[in-house]
């Protein structure tokens, strides 16, 4: 059973940083792809980065030269590394896996999630 558990939100102003860390527990060795998604009330959920065992990266667009995805498997712990924010990301951020993917992660579903971490970027 994978279990994840989100930390590191909070507040920043627009063209801080932030780091989110998602502890990630019960996941296969091989094939499994993780994300980060993220979710503004009254929008529908969107894919944020990717990342699979081979280490195959996949950004949103609007995320692209600004936020970086990385899986430490020594601590198993995947992280989201958040630069030049802006208020537009201002959202409850969410890490997900799932085990036995077979295709590209931003293509997956995901079944496994953690609760979210909110980040708050001010103008």
């Known amino acids: 059973q994978i279990q994840l558990s989100e930390s590191g939100g909070g507040s920043v102003q627009a063209g801080g940083s932030l780091r989110l860390s998602c502890s990630v527990s019960?996941?296969?060795?091989?094939?499994?792809?993780m994300a980060w998604f993220r979710q503004v009330p009254g929008k529908e959920r969107e894919g944020v980065a990717y990342?699979?065992?081979?280490?195959?990266?996949n950004y949103a667009d609007s995320v692209k030269g600004r936020f970086t995805i990385s899986l430490d498997t020594a601590t198993n712990t995947l992280s989201l590394q958040m630069n030049s924010l802006n208020p537009e990301d201002t959202a409850m951020y969410y890490c997900?896996?799932?085990?036995?993917?077979?295709?590209?992660?931003?293509?997956?579903?995901?079944?496994?999630w953690g609760r979210g971490t909110g980040v708050t970027v001010s103008s």
């Open positions: 990342i699979d065992d081979y280490g195959t990266l």
């Open positions: 019960g996941y296969p060795k091989y094939m499994y792809c």
């Open positions: 997900a896996a799932e085990p036995r993917v077979r295709g590209a992660c931003y293509a997956a579903v995901y079944n496994y």
